[in-house]
């Protein structure tokens, strides 16, 4: 189902881009709306959430899909941590599908799904691991780098469970928007990857944006 926001962009109190390849580590509070906008369309956004006043509590997607009785996330998707807390709510979504299975890129996964000499391409986990190098005080480290979102990339599930990894449904201006229920740290990789079709073998800027609670 898909559904427009309404709170327009001037009004937002905090707004920054995330060129194609980057991450972006910021803290949403509780309350605020946050937005994540496919700039170009057809881009993976992979992102993680702590609780920012306890980061050993973090985004669970075993909790999210067994509670939500559906693997894809959309409008009205709790996000859950692994103690079944609601930590986000999906408030509005012009795509319509978003992943959760998928996981994220990384220089081992490209050489066995694409070839060795993949291995030293850029890929999500360098990011994250760069992220939380550069942002220690939150305490975390490469070991809290758990299972991601796949904000704007579609895996569908074929008829025998397997996984496939599509052209993306998203397009140029498409974003998802989320309430937080409680301080969360968002860091999202702006996915590099060039050997998959999560971004059209194109990676692109994504735009974030935070508004005040209402
Ligand atoms: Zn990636």
Known sequence: MLKQSTLAAATALY????????????????????????????QAADTLFYNADDPHER????STIRTQGNVYLGLGSRLLSQDGTPMLTIV?????????????????????????????MHACR??????????????LTKRDIGHNINFFMNVPI?????????????GPGQ??????HMNVVVLISNC???NNPCNAYDPTPIDVLIWEAA
């Open 175 to 180: 974003y998802v928007e989320m309430v937080a």
């Open 59 to 62: 985004y669970c997607a075993t």
């Open 15 to 42: 707004a920054a881009t995330i060129p194609a390849g980057d991450y972006w580590l910021h803290e949403v509070k509780k309350g605020q709306t946050l937005r994540i906008v496919d700039v170009a369309g057809n």
């Open 158 to 170: 074929t008829a025998d469970g397997g996984l496939s990894f599509a052209d993306g449904v998203s």
């Open 126 to 139: 360098d990011s994250y691991v760069l992220a939380l190098a550069e942002h220690d005080h939150w305490g």
């Open 92 to 120: 509005a979504d012009t795509v319509g599908r978003h992943d959760t299975l998928g996981g994220a890129c990384a220089t081992e996964s490209n050489t066995v799904r694409y070839a060795l000499e993949k291995k030293t």
């Open 192 to 194: 590099p990857q060039l």
